[in-house]
């Protein structure tokens, strides 16, 4: 029965890569499936990293590595699962590829770490999103930030950019009254690089708060606020209308009491964070407890246990930044490495 001491991991985000490695690194066999066509997941996607501006590839590159150099992890990239039957040591799963191949395999524990997705942000028709091409959401602007690193004499700056933070957070109206938890830290990132590549360009950031809890965290906020000169206004965006090219901005300045305009020449939507399509999916096939918003959820004092056999790590379970879902992952691959000893 040694394919029941064999772990399937779902997902090749930092979480599901951190879990794959750690019970690789225990002596087990661990199958790593990843539906896109390759490894890192978000981490892919991103130009740099709060809280030290270091560049997400290299953290990429190094866990794909030791994946690589592990006999006993077996990757399947354009893959994902569309059954699962349980049985008494585990599950029956098909795997199949985004080609149409499909593969059953049996399992004695399973992993999910199908990650997240950005709400999105057209449901507040004030701010114009997927009407003007130059108001754009957190992930979008990753890709434009990678792209005037590459290209950055070609690129004529922009003037001013504006990020509205708690887009779709802690809107009851939109069904998300939670805080979202990574926005506030990856806009001032985001602020933060737009004045090191354009040093000329202006920054504001329009905030309800600001929450920067974690190891270093405050210190980023506060240097990208007084040593890169990111203005923060405090007050919601009321609304954005297009003027001469520009978007001109009203919002109320709530520390001031006065109403404030700001042209711009780009608006990022600091969006929601929300469980993604995948994460939606597997909770689904595997059974698994989810929250009221379709985040996993976890089983009274077990806090990575999902269901029978089941475990999860990183930000299908909520919002999180890159080393606590990696965390996550390590102690999901802990659960699954008693599980599997507890049966010897
Ligand atoms: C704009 C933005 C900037 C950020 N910047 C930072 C930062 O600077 N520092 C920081 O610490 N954090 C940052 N984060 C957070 C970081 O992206 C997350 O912490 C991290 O990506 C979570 O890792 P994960 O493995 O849980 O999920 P993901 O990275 O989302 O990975 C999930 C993986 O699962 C795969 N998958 C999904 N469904 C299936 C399926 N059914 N079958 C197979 N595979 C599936 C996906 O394709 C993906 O590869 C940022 C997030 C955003 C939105
Ligand atoms: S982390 Fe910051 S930006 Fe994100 S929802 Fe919470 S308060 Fe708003």
Redesign the pocket.
Known sequence: MTEMKTALV????????EAAIKIGQAGHKVIL????GS?????R??Y????RWEN?EDLVNYLAEQIRNSSLITTMTD???TAAKKSAQGYQVTLETNGGKSKEIKVGAVII????E?FDASAYGEYGYGIFDNIMN??E??ALLKEWANNKEKISPPKTIAFFKCVGSRDRSKGMPYCSK??C??TA??AGLVKELFPQTKCYVFYMDYRAAGREYEEFVRSVIEQKHVRYVRGRPAKVMPEDGRLLIRAEDTLMGLPIEVTADMIVL?AA?IP????R??ASLFQTKIDQYGFIDYETNQPLKAGDRVFF????GF???????ME??AAAAAEVLSLFNQEN
Not at 276 to 279: I, P
């Open positions: 779902i997902g090749g985000g930092p979480a599901g890569l499936i990843e539906r896109t490894l890192g997941g978000t981490l996607k991103l740099s990293s709060f809280p997400p893959t994902t699962v770490a199908t990650g997240f950005l957190s992930l602007f990753e990574i926005c830290m990856y990132k985001q600091a964070i993604s399509q995948g994460t999916e597997m790590a990183g930000a299908c919002a999180v930044e890159i080393l606590g879902a996550q992952g």
